[in-house]
């Protein structure tokens, strides 16, 4: 659906930076775009930065599977494997830690006036991800190819239909999400 | 309606909620999955051309993310907006360097601050490229098309991010 939209590029520009604003927004008001929040949520002292995640992934999640199943859209997964999905989400954790943002909520804190996201935050996300560009070529061909998944998704890996896990996952993340305000988490 | 959005708090439910049909709008208007990382290398790709010429062009991971401005870029732009906004409006917008709990615990010095948050940004900017996605690209958009290395890669990010995190503040 809409694929003539999907293919103006100014048009686009401007709904990224529609979603984009709504996004900041929303972000903002959950209070995910500050340092304390996320640094709490990684010391397990406070769970916002879950409780955010996890309502987003379950009204996402349900509205995109609707849509896909309408073939209103199409998904956009790859395979991972243990050379790029463990090996760099551990990277990325560490540097999560010591930033205290991720790169969307560095760009959300820079809004409302945190300096050290935009000096120390954006400045070190753009070296970093130069030094990856400049090092592609080599750890594209020694490391990111270790042990592909046998699986793009997680209905394929455990043979479940899509739907099934769909709604397992939801439970799932709303049991947990229950269990956090149940223990004032 | 105006009086919740001038609200400086909202339960992490709604703002969630929100950012859920955030992103229908984005699958469905832009055949784009919400992602923040890829929209970093392109800039620092823009940079980098600036400062050593067009021949950066020609790096193979450039062939793959062109460093121009495009639908993701303007998201990055969207969301410091939208984020100014939201604490404009709501009057909490203020100027501050050294973040309270990393003041009260860590240092009260603005190098120290700024040494860990570039440390940080480095490494994050490395991994996101790394593990192809960030805590929105994986963690949101990922998960909920039920990708498996997105789920893979969350629990990278938190089991290394708590497990730092609990040493970074225990020293």
Redesign the interface.
Known sequence: MFERLHSQLTIQKMLGLLIGIGFGFCLQKGGVTSYDTIIHQLLLTDFTVIKVMGTAVIVGMIGIHLMKSLGWIHFHTTTGSVGSSIIGSLIFGVGFALLGYCPGTVAGAIGQGQLDALVGGAVGILIGTGIFAHFYPAINSKILSIKIFSAETIPELIHLPRWIVVILMALMIAGFLLFLETNSL | MIELLM?P??S???????????????????????G??T???R???M??SILSGEKVRN????KLFPPE???????????????????FISG???????????ELNISDNILI????????????????????G???G?????????????????????????????I??SL
């Not at chain 2, 100027?95 to 709990?101: H, L, Q």
């Not at chain 2, 994986?138 to 629990?155: D, K, T, Y």
């Open positions: 609200e708090r909202w992490p439910y709604i703002a969630g909620a929100g950012i859920g049909i955030l992103l229908w709008f984005s699958f469905l208007f832009s055949n784009k999955p919400l923040c990382s929209a970093f290398s800039i620092s790709g940079i980098e790096k193979e991971y450039f401005v495009d639908w993701q870029v303007m998201l990055i732009v969207g969301i410091v907006c939208g984020s100014f906004i939201s604490s909490t917008f203020h100027f501050s360097f050294i973040p309270d709990t990393f601050r700024f040494i860990f948050a570039l440390t940080g940004g480095i490494l994050m900017g490395l991994g996101a490229r790394w593990s192809r960030c805590t929105s994986h963690g949101i958009s990922g998960l909920s098309q039920l990708s498996l290395a997105s789920l893979v890669a969350v629990m990278g990010f938190f089991i290394a991010g708590i497990f730092t995190a609990t970074i503040f």
